[in-house]
C-alpha cells in the first residue's frame, strides 16, 4: 500500500539489522516529555498501558523534494505510506488497548501539516533535540545536515519496551507485523 502523493518505488535498498537496536528492549524509560501536533506535552516514561511508537526520519510535503539521495539511503523512503497505514488499521490497535504516536525530529508545526494533510487520528510527536538519542541511543543518520532517525518501532508497556521492529521495511507493512505481535502477545499473556 502506498499513498498516491509518495507512492514507494520498488527499487528502494533494503536497510540491513546493523545491531543499533539491540540494546532497547527490556528497558525502562526514563521521564522524556515531547510536545505533541495538538501542542501538549507527553511524557513518555509515565504512560501507562500499550503504546505503538513508531519513529521515522521525516516527512515529506506536496511540491517540496526530498533530500538529495533520498531513496539511496536503505530505509529512509516511506513515512507517509507508513503513517498512513497505522491511520488505516487504528481501529484495529484500538482493539488490542494499543495507543499510537508517531515521531521524529521535526518540529511539531512541520509535523502538523503531515497530520492534518493526511488525517491521522493520533499524535505525532517532536523531538527536535534527539532526546531519545541521547537517552535510549535510538539510531540515526545524517543527510544534508540534518541528523533524522533511522525507522523503528517500539511497543511499551506500563514504561518498559517489550518489543522493537528493526529494521523496518517496507515501511507500509509495518503495522501488520506490529498487529500479529500484539495478538500473539495478548493471546500469550491471557
Known amino acids: 500500500m502506498s499513498t498516491p502523493d ?43 498501558g500499550t ?19 533520498w531513496d539511496e539511503i536503505p530505509g529512509a523512503r516511506g513515512c507517509t505510506p507508513q503513517s498512513c497505514s497505522f ?5 484495529d490497535l484500538d482493539q488490542l488497548d494499543c495507543g499510537i504516536f508517531g515521531l521524529s525530529t521535526q518540529t511539531s508545526d512541520y509535523q502538523r501539516e503531515a497530520h492534518d ?5 493520533f499524535e505525532l510527536l517532536s523531538d527536535t533535540s534527539l532526546q531519545m538519542k541521547q537517552t535510549l541511543r535510538l539510531p540515526t543518520f545524517t543527510v544534508e545536515g540534518m541528523e533524522l532517525y ?23 507493512r509495518n503495522v501488520g507485523d506490529v498487529l500479529a505481535w500484539l495478538h500473539a502477545d495478548a493471546h500469550a499473556r491471557h
Open 150 to 172: 533511522k525507522r523503528l518501532t517500539l511497543i511499551i508497556r506500563d514504561g518498559s519496551i517489550v518489543k522493537v521492529f528493526y529494521p523496518i521495511f517496507p515501511s507500509d
Open 51 to 69: 503504546w505503538a511508537i513508531y519513529v521515522y526520519p521525516m516527512t515529506g510535503r506536496p511540491g517540496v523534494p526530498l533530500p538529495d539521495g
Open 6 to 48: 509518495f507512492p514507494l518505488p520498488t527499487d528502494l535498498p533494503r536497510p540491513v539489522d546493523d545491531g543499533a537496536a539491540d540494546h532497547l528492549q527490556g528497558m525502562v524509560l526514563p521521564k522524556l516529555v515531547l510536545t505533541g501536533t495538538n501542542g501538549r506535552d507527553t511524557d513518555l516514561g509515565a504512560l501507562k
Open 87 to 91: 491511520r488505516d488499521h487504528r481501529k
Open 117 to 121: 494533510r493526511l488525517h491521522l487520528p
